[in-house]
Structure formats: structure tokens, C-alpha cells
């Protein structure tokens, strides 16, 4: 239902419960929360998710260091440290921080060490891409490997395919793939609609993928720096049309609301409200709950590095969704 006076909450873990509990644990300073949820999650694709949520939550912190110094023999703790330091690096480099280059080497090596100590988890190979943003004149060899397909950019296909061998189709192996695409210095926003078109177009009945072109959209836009008129017209051509029921029908339809990314999510409504099918867009919404991300909404805005006038946009399209699906055609 569109309430009136509803207010979206933005947090990391969405549906979460348990992963929402460890991270109040983690911003406390405690760890044991972090790794009793850890030791009882189950699934590569659910290892990978609350382990980059709870990376990016730890990286500003030293809990995971006194976890590693408690337990210096948990592959675990070992893993969480490899994600926190290139968290760190990821964000040294976007802020072009002077020792960006330094937390590099210490996030490559703990990407080793991660790995050698759990060799089946997809995570150290993650990190491993995640970095692979850092290089983005490719001066490093395994980031300039030849692609699988044609249509596609030379990159850090090595990486992929192992994290693939250990979780096929995982969701941020192939998110941090498309960041790599877009920092190529020399690589036009084609090869990105390529990639997430051929990534797409591998993935199963029920995988995240299939949402991976609406991202690509979105950029597209961003870069443009179009208005609003132009968004909205921007999701009704014959290929965003396309992208957008993909998305629909061969993911949303088939994922679990807990399991769901809520960026996938807020994207999908996104696309679905841009393109006019507000029914459809409603269903999305109400699977959000009362959740929310600033992206992709604050492309709508003018002001995109703040959340309020993104959350405005939400709360429009969510209730223009919702008052359509229940039969009313008020704004």
C-alpha cells in the first residue's frame, strides 16, 4: 500500500535479518556476531553477499583485525581481511588518496593469502576483480587477457573464470567485471552494453544477471546527463523494453525477497516505472518493503550526490506504481 507519510530506510543488509544483526554487532565493535553468521551461512552466493556487506561495514574499522588476532587460524577471519583491505584500496582509489597504491599491494596479497587458505571460496577471485579496477590502462597482464566472445574487451578474464569455477553466474564477480569495463580508459560504453548482454544471455532461470543490462542503461544515461524527458524515453525503445521484461520475467519472478539484491531491486522498479508498466513496477515495490538505495534514483535528479532529492523520486514513482496497481490513476 502507498502510506501516506512512509519512509524508506536505506541499510547494507535489506531483508536480512541475521546480516542486520551482525553489522549492529560489527559498528559496536564486536565481532563474535560476524562470525557465528559467517560459520552458519550456507552457499557460495550467500557467502559472497554478507561477506561484502559486512566487509564494507568493517573497512572503516579494526574489528576484523582483532577477530584475525583471536583466531588466527579461521579461514574466515582470513577471508573478511582480504575483503576489508580492498574495500579500502577501492576507496583510497576513487578518493585518490596519496597511498592508494600501497593498500593495493597489502589488498593483492591478502587476496592471496585468502585464497591459499580457502581455496574453494569465490571471494579471494572477487577481490582480486575488484582491484582489477585500480589498473585501468591494463599495465598488468592478467587484466589484459583476450576476451571469450567477440564483441568483447580484452580484460581480467582469468579472474572471472575462477570465481566462476568456484560460483557459477556470481552475482558480483560479474558486477565487479563491469566496473573494469566502464575504468577502461580507452573502452567506449559499447563494450559495457556488450558485456552485460553476454552475460546476461549465459545465465540461468532465477540468476541476478539477467538484471545486469539495467545498470548498463542507467550509465548510459548518467553519462549523458540528459533530463528527465529523456530518461523516461530512454525505457520505452524496443531494446529497453526488451532488457527490462528479461529482467522481470527470468529473475524477479523466480528470486527470494531475502536473498535479493536491493539494488537489483530498486533498478528493476526503476526501469519498470521508466517504461510505463506500473503494475508490474508495484510488485517490485512492494517486495522491497520498506527498503530502499539512492541509486538509481538520483540519475532523476539534479543534485545526484544527495539522498534526499533521490528519495523523492522514490517516493513518487513507488506511489504512482502502488496507486496504479490498486486501480487509482492520481499522481
Known amino acids: 500500500m502507498a502510506a501516506q ?3 524508506p530506510v536505506y541499510h547494507p ?3 536480512d535479518h541475521a546480516l542486520r544483526g551482525a553489522v549492529q554487532d560489527l559498528r559496536t565493535g564486536r565481532w563474535v556476531a560476524m562470525a557465528r553468521l559467517l ?3 550456507s552457499g557460495w552466493s550467500g557467502w559472497t553477499r554478507r561477506t561484502q556487506v559486512l566487509g564494507a561495514v568493517a573497512a572503516g574499522t579494526d574489528v576484523v583485525e582483532a577477530w584475525r588476532a583471536e583466531q588466527p587460524d579461521s579461514a574466515a577471519a582470513t577471508v573478511m581481511h582480504s575483503r576489508v583491505v580492498v574495500e579500502r584500496a577501492v576507496r583510497a582509489h576513487r578518493a585518490a588518496h596519496p597511498r592508494t597504491r600501497e593498500l593495493w599491494q597489502e589488498a593483492w596479497n591478502a587476496c592471496l593469502a585468502a585464497a591459499e587458505r580457502a581455496p574453494a571460496d569465490p571471494v579471494p577471485w572477487v577481490g582480486r576483480l575488484a582491484l582489477s579496477v585500480l589498473d585501468a590502462q591494463q599495465r598488468m597482464e592478467e587484466h589484459r587477457l583476450a576476451p571469450p ?5 580484452p580484460g581480467p578474464w582469468g579472474l572471472l573464470a575462477e570465481a566462476e569455477k568456484r560460483d557459477p553466474y556470481n552475482r558480483e564477480a560479474h558486477h565487479r567485471m563491469l566496473q573494469f569495463v566502464y575504468a577502461r580508459r580507452s ?6 552494453v556488450n558485456y552485460a548482454q553476454w ?3 549465459m545465465a540461468p532461470v532465477g540468476s541476478a544477471l539477467h538484471a545486469l543490462p539495467l545498470y548498463v542503461r542507467v550509465e548510459r544515461y548518467r553519462r549523458e546527463r540528459g533530463h528527465e524527458r529523456a530518461l523516461d524515453l530512454h525505457w520505452v525503445t524496443e531494446d529497453a523494453v526488451r532488457d527490462t521484461r528479461r529482467a522481470m520475467d527470468t529473475w524477479f519472478l523466480f528470486c527470494a525477497t531475502e536473498e535479493a ?3 537489483d531491486l530498486n533498478h528493476l522498479a526503476h526501469a519498470l516505472y521508466g517504461a510505463l508498466r506500473f503494475p508490474d513496477a508495484a510488485r517490485v515495490f512492494e517486495s522491497l518493503g520498506p527498503f530502499w538505495t539512492p541509486q538509481p534514483w538520483s540519475c532523476r535528479t539534479d543534485r545526484p550526490d544527495e539522498r534526499g532529492p ?5 517516493l513518487r514513482a513507488r506511489a504512482r506504481c502502488l496507486g496504479a496497481s490498486e486501480g487509482r490513476t492520481g499522481p
Open 5 to 7: 507519510g512512509f519512509r
Open 13 to 15: 543488509a535489506g531483508h
Open 39 to 41: 560459520d552458519e551461512t
Open 149 to 153: 566472445a567477440p564483441m568483447l574487451p
Open 187 to 192: 573502452g567506449p560504453l559499447s563494450e559495457a
Open 199 to 201: 552475460a546476461a544471455s
Open 261 to 263: 539484491s536491493l539494488l
Open 310 to 314: 533521490a528519495e523523492e523520486v522514490f
